[in-house]
Nanobody
Framework: QVRMVESGGGSVQVGGSLKLSCTAS????????MGWFRQAPGKEREGVSC????????SYIDSVKGRFTASRDNAKNTLYLQMDSLQSEDTAMYYC???????????????????????WGQGTQVTVSS
């Protein structure tokens, strides 16, 4: 039923750019806080960026602020992550996630956690070489 498919991953040199996309189906996309998560070998999965239902507000982990931009197009059921000035430390598997449907007030950065995620995409590999 629920399907989320990422695309846009690949290999890039330090300083380069990539844009990831995630198209979802089988769920009320517009109702969900959505997010991008990543996991590097030997490290815990972390929330990179999460977006409110409208996409007007976004949260970012400190290490990507100013370099990554998350957005969503609810009419297309699609989530995006524009990644610029990529560093070797950004190398990881990147996952699209439907985090949760808000039922009350919440703090965006606080819910951008793997433990909160309802549905996961299959992941797309991003490799940054130096």
């Amino acid at each position: 039923q629920v399907r989320m498919v990422e695309s846009g991953g690949g290999s890039v040199q330090v300083g380069g750019s990539l844009k990831l996309s995630c198209t979802a189906s089988g769920l009320p996309f517009e109702s969900y806080v959505m997010g991008w998560f990543r996991q590097a070998p030997g490290k815990e999965r972390e929330g990179v960026s999460c977006l409110t239902q409208s996409g007007i507000s976004q949260s970012y982990i400190d290490s990507v602020k100013g370099r990554f931009t998350a957005s969503r197009d609810n009419a297309k059921n699609t989530l995006y992550l524009q990644m610029d000035s990529l560093q070797s430390e950004d190398t990881a598997m990147y996952y699209c996630a439907a985090v949760f449907i808000p039922r009350g007030p919440y703090v965006l950065s606080s819910v951008c956690s793997p433990s909160q995620v309802k549905y996961w995409g299959q992941g797309t590999q991003v490799t940054v070489s130096s």
